[in-house]
């Protein structure tokens, strides 16, 4: 497997204002994704973070709202833009390593609250 | 399109009872098929895959599942449960129709799972 770190673990933010989220991974990857879990709920793929370009995004979300950076193999950011309180949700980064192939790992979330 | 069910929202069983907790799946090709367990406050950790043959999968704690073609089930199993085993289950299949073997996993709506001493 592969050690994912997230930062930050948890954070209260004021409404109209804008949170980035980091993920680390210690091994080599292949594809980074990016999920969201709102409270109680499964979970829903924001987006397909690739490296030097732009993310490709899943039907409900957008870029200007979800901006991600993939600058190398390792690392990624999510910034969840202009927040609200529906945005609420633990989000999740994923990733496929290339020792494990098919095999899909997460990171243990960051948990936004939007007051 | 491809989706994943899980019908049940929550399973009790007595401990060192057997569990099943259900999951069918859609898919327009061969199914690449994922048990997932969230505990309160933790990240996803993986359980099992199926990708390829024997239908029955072993994979970590003491689970198995069961690939059913036929059924197009993949129902996650455990002979002798544990109160530790209460948790959050997520069924998930990996959409082959976006980036392959490597695509993104669609998830079930998860399945809580309560173990009773």
């Known amino acids: 497997s592969a050690v994912i770190s997230q930062k930050p673990s948890r954070d209260i933010c004021q409404r109209g204002t804008s949170l980035t989220i980091q993920c680390q991974v210690d091994s080599q990857v292949t594809m980074m994704f990016w999920y969201r879990q709102q409270p109680g709920q499964s979970l829903t793929l924001i987006a397909t973070?690739?490296?030097?370009?732009?993310?490709?995004?899943e039907s409900g979300f957008v870029i200007d709202k979800f901006p991600i950076s993939r600058p190398n193999l390792t690392f990624s950011t999510l910034t969840v833009s202009n927040m609200s309180p529906e945005d609420s949700s633990i989000y999740l980064c994923?990733?496929?390593?290339?020792?494990?192939?098919?095999?899909?790992?997460f990171g243990p979330g960051t948990r936004l609250t939007v007051l | 399109a491809q989706s994943v069910a899980q019908p049940e929202d929550q399973v009790n069983v007595a401990e060192g009872n057997p569990l099943t907790v259900k999951c069918t799946y859609s898919v327009s090709g061969n199914p690449y098929l994922f048990w997932y367990v969230q505990y309160p406050n933790r990240g996803l950790q993986f359980l099992l895959k199926y990708i390829t043959g024997d239908n029955l999968v072993k994979g970590s704690y003491g689970f198995e599942a069961e690939f059913n073609k036929s059924q197009t089930s993949f129902h996650l199993k455990k002979p002798s449960a544990l109160v530790s085993d209460s948790a959050l289950y997520f069924c998930a299949v990996r959409d082959m129709n976006y980036g392959g073997s490597q695509g993104n996993l669609i998830f079930g709506k998860g399945t809580k799972l309560s173990v009773k001493p």
């Open positions: 973070a690739n490296q030097g370009s732009e993310a490709t995004y």
């Open positions: 994923s990733v496929n390593l290339v020792a494990t192939y098919n095999e899909q790992f």
